[in-house]
């Protein structure tokens, strides 16, 4: 059974940094890409980063390009955030794509996990 599960979300400060893990078992993650994506009350799940299984292509929003990094290590995958903003802010999800092609968009992942708070404030 494919699971993922977020860890790493906090209450952080302007410009201050975190690191999302998340876990994944119950598939081989050299055949499947997997995105980190966002919920902010209100407001739709958007894409945030996606690395590919296969070949480690990533691919960014364009509000985080110069901020956040994406990364893998075994069956593990990472966001490093940096300089983090207030709109920022958001629940963070990972989810996992059959396939080893990078997407942000929702309709391609399945399943997720349940998500990490992040809270940007001073």
């Known amino acids: 059974q494919l699971q993922l599960m977020e860890s790493g979300g906090g209450l952080v400060q302007p410009g201050g940094s975190l690191r999302l893990s998340c876990e994944t078992s119950?598939?081989?993650?050299?055949?499947?890409?997997i995105g980190w994506f966002r919920q902010a009350p209100g407001k739709e799940r958007e894409g945030v980063s996606c690395?590919?299984?296969?070949?480690?292509t990533t691919y960014y929003r364009d509000s985080v390009k110069d901020r956040f990094i994406i990364s893998r290590e075994k069956r593990t995958v990472y966001l490093q955030m940096n300089n983090l903003m207030p709109e920022d802010t958001a629940r963070y999800y990972c989810?996992?794509?059959?396939?080893?092609?990078?997407?942000?968009?929702?309709?391609?992942?399945?399943?997720w996990g349940r998500g990490t708070q992040v809270t940007v404030s001073s």
């Open positions: 989810g996992a794509r059959s396939g080893s092609g990078v997407s942000l968009s929702v309709v391609d992942f399945d399943p």
């Open positions: 119950g598939f081989d993650l050299d055949y499947y890409a």
């Open positions: 690395i590919s299984g296969t070949d480690g």
